[in-house]
């Protein structure tokens, strides 16, 4: 029973981990597209 409890556990931190990277991702890629915008705009005003 334990054994099972374990794969569990484990289970449930690997998507968390899945979960927790995809939304750095999306974090990331959100910067990148800000940091792109302001960019523009520091072009414009120059």
Same mark, same amino acid.
């Given at each position: 029973?334990? =054994?099972?409890? $374990?794969? =569990?556990? !484990? !289970?449930?931190?690997?998507?968390? +981990?899945k979960?927790?990277?995809? /939304?750095? $991702? +999306? ?7 800000? /940091?792109?915008? !302001?960019?523009? =705009?520091? $072009?414009? =005003? /120059?």
């Amino acid at each position: 029973m334990a =054994v099972k409890n $374990q794969a =569990v556990e !484990l !289970l449930l931190a690997k998507k968390a +981990t899945k979960t927790y990277l995809e /939304k750095l $991702q +999306t974090l990331s890629d959100q910067l990148a597209s800000m /940091k792109h915008c !302001l960019q523009k =705009v520091g $072009q414009q =005003v /120059k």
